[in-house]
């Protein structure tokens, strides 16, 4: 049974700062990539950010390079996004997801993803 388990969100003021975790549990020795995702109201479901289990690479959608970093820490099976000079239009629920199986060009698909925790709300006041 995988389990994901984010946490972090909260409230923030325009170019304030916050740090995601998302806690992973199961089966995580298989995944090749954990990735994170954002929903607003009345949008679609948005690739943020991933990385690769096997090599550390890091992928990120062009609104958030320079902002918003990933990292993990394996021996707590915990991924980060620092999320820093945060803007309004950042606000969303952020979703972490596991993959067993993905390509390069497809880290920040959605559909890649197998398994994803209940999502944390990111709002960031004006």
């Known amino acids: 049974q995988v389990q994901l388990v984010e946490s972090g969100g909260g409230l923030v003021q325009t170019g304030g700062s916050l740090r995601l975790s998302c806690a992973a549990s199961?089966?995580?020795?298989?995944?090749?990539?954990i990735g994170w995702f954002r929903q607003a109201p009345g949008k679609e479901r948005e690739g943020v950010s991933a990385i690769s289990t096997s090599d550390g690479r890091q992928y990120y959608t062009d609104s958030v390079k320079g902002r918003f970093t990933i990292s993990r820490d394996n021996a707590k099976n915990t991924v980060y996004l620092q999320m820093n000079s945060l803007k309004p239009e950042d606000t969303a629920v952020y979703y972490c997801?596991?993959?067993?199986?993905?390509?390069?060009?497809?880290?920040?698909?959605?559909?890649?993803?197998?398994?994803w925790g209940q999502g944390t709300q990111v709002t960031v006041s004006s």
């Open positions: 997801a596991a993959a067993f199986l993905i390509v390069t060009s497809r880290f920040l698909v959605a559909d890649e993803y197998d398994y």
């Open positions: 199961g089966f995580t020795l298989n995944f090749k990539a």
